[in-house]
């Protein structure tokens, strides 16, 4: 059935752990009457934040909540259990995972949000075959994959700009 990305329900432990490389995307919910104190940004690497990136923790008011996943690896951790980026010059991430399938299945549509004002491009390589796509900004854009009666097991990786956030993909 379809992956709601960042519903763990839905993504039913298909990723475990930090090995995937996609990373759980959170952004605030800011209540009506705070948002002009606390408008939401996202920065340069992809975190979204209401009134800034310091003391995000100290707004009671504002809860993070989980909305899709970001292609963000390869990534390490601090001292402190923060996520580190590896090349920090890099805006591209990647992030990968693997899933069997009835072979009833013909396509594997993933639906991608860019919350930037510039169109992004992100790679999806289904077993192998890539397509580059080109997300424009402030928008959505669903991307259909074919798939063929062979494939039952399948690897599938997105390689793309870690502002992207991949919110579902289902196989029909």
């Given at each position: 059935?379809?992956?709601?990305?960042?519903?763990?329900?839905?993504?039913?432990?298909?990723?475990?752990?930090?090995?995937?490389?996609l990373i759980l995307n959170t952004v605030p919910v800011v209540p009506a009457d705070l948002a002009s104190t606390y408008p939401v940004t996202v920065d340069s690497?992809?975190?979204?934040?209401?009134g800034g990136t310091s003391g995000w923790n100290t707004k009671p008011?504002?809860?993070?909540?989980?909305?899709?996943?970001?292609a963000f690896g390869p990534y390490t951790f601090s001292s402190?259990?923060?996520?580190?980026?590896?090349?920090?010059?890099?805006t591209v991430g990647e992030g990968r995972?693997?899933?069997?399938?009835?072979?009833?299945?013909?396509?594997?549509?993933?639906?991608?949000?860019n919350p930037m004002p510039q169109s992004l491009q992100i790679e999806i390589t289904v077993n192998g075959?890539?397509?580059p796509?080109?997300?424009?900004?402030?928008?959505?854009?669903?991307?259909?994959?074919?798939?063929?009666?062979?494939?039952?097991?399948?690897?599938?990786?997105?390689?793309?700009?870690?502002r992207l956030v991949l919110l579902e993909t289902d196989f029909k």
């Open positions: 059935s379809k992956i709601v990305w960042g519903d763990y329900a839905s993504e039913r432990g298909l990723l475990t752990g930090i090995y995937s490389g690497v992809g975190y979204t934040f209401a008011a504002i809860q993070y909540v989980p909305r899709g996943r970001r402190g259990g923060a996520v580190e980026l590896i090349d920090k010059k890099s995972f693997w899933i069997r399938v009835p072979s009833s299945r013909t396509s594997m549509s993933t639906t991608i949000s075959v890539s397509s796509v080109m997300v424009p900004g402030k928008s959505f854009s669903t991307v259909k994959t074919p798939l063929t009666r062979a494939d039952k097991t399948i690897s599938v990786s997105f390689k793309g700009d870690r």
